[in-house]
């Protein structure tokens, strides 16, 4: 396809700067059947080749930026990018969706929820108080309760806050006080890493960003703090708040210079995207662009550290798992075998596989609060797939889809809980640690 000859409706705004993207895309229709909201809703709109239809259209001037239903196909965009994957023409879907959103933003407000959980996770002295009520209010065990007996729109949200706490702790009596998380020097030999501490995996997930740390060094990585670490800001990029995720990458980027270090481990998929993401949302700011390229060229998924190193074989854990990798993990980062090598490093561990492991499961951010029937429409053939496996433990390596896989698990009535792999491989380095 030919590059429109139209003079562009929309200059010097986001969605024109990406418009070479637009260009590259022949109709070919490949992408189609990878995408979770075309094969629920059967619109051509809400597909990836209607959406980039619509997007030309919006830059050619044929329809207008606050059209209202252009604006719901954009919305109902889940941003999982399983159609960059399928694409062979090398369309940037995700960049597009992003520019799209951004130039649309002046335009339109935002739902209400949305602005507000963008608001808190922008500002820390929000974000740390109410991830700290979150964390007694789940204590409590009310949120389990709420989430079986509340209506499904409102239960959702108690049953994802429900199914972040620790799983593997209960089940296999394996904890996480056998060792503090080390933040150990650098030495001359090992190689350096900070962890990303993500304000979701920090503020619910803590028990995993200790496990990681400890499966780190067990693989003979060095673990340095690199304090005053913000939010990644991919939640406010997806919405396209590009300035909002700007700054909270510089606040990022100057906190990881500080560490030093040679590599930044993350160990949430969808924070890894946005950090490797970085060198081109910030390239167009002299003052900035080569510091984001540094950063994001340290920037690796935990799977990526370990298996580069081969895992440290652990000891035996008899479970049945099965592997459901997050979008951005398997398609922004291209991040597919490395946490199956997670995975083989555990005796005994049956690793059961997943049908339609490569379709989203939904969460996508912050769309399962904001488009709940969707999400919904996108999570049930999931938890299908799941129910195949019988598996007792779904590894998941990204927060968003930890809660969204185990909110719809809960509420099933299933018994199948969800688990970060890292949590596995650091349950089977205990149950080594034990037997030694
Ligand atoms: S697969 Fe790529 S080139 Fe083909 S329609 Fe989809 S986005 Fe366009
Ligand atoms: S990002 Fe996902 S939901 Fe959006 S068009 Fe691509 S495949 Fe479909």
Known sequence: MTASLKPCALPDT??????????????????????????????ENDSPRGRLVLMRRLLDGA?????????AHIDRCLGCRACETACPSGVPYGELLEATRAT???????????RIVLAVFARESFLR??????????ATQIPRALARILPARLAFPFAMLASSAPHLRNTQGLNARRRAIPLARASELATSVALLDGCVMDGLFGHVNAATARVLLVNGYDVIAAPHQKCCGALHAHAGDLESARALARANIAAFELSNVQYIAINSAGCGAMVKQYAH????????ALRAEQITARARDISEL????????????????????PCHQLHAQRVVKQPLAVLAAIPELTVIPLDEADQCCGSAGIYNLIEPDTSD???APKLRCIAQTHATYVA????GCMMQLGAGLLRSGSTTRVVHPIELLDASYAMKQRNT
């Open 377 to 379: 429409a996108v999570l």
């Open 306 to 325: 370990l298996a580069a190193v081969g895992p440290t074989q652990g000891g035996a854990l008899p479970l049945r798992v099965t592997h459901d990798p």
């Open 14 to 43: 986001p969605l024109a700067h990406a418009s070479a993207g637009l260009d590259a895309c022949v109709h070919c229709g490949f992408c189609l059947q990878a995408c979770p909201t075309y094969v629920n809703l059967e619109d």
């Open 104 to 114: 649309m933003l002046p335009v339109r407000s935002l739902p209400l929820v949305a």
């Open 63 to 71: 329809i207008a930026l606050d059209d209202p239903d252009v604006g």
């Open 396 to 399: 998941s390596g990204n927060p």
């Open 129 to 138: 108080p109410a991830l700290f009520a979150a964390r007694v209010l789940r």
């Open 281 to 288: 949302l910030l390239r167009d700011d002299p003052a900035w």
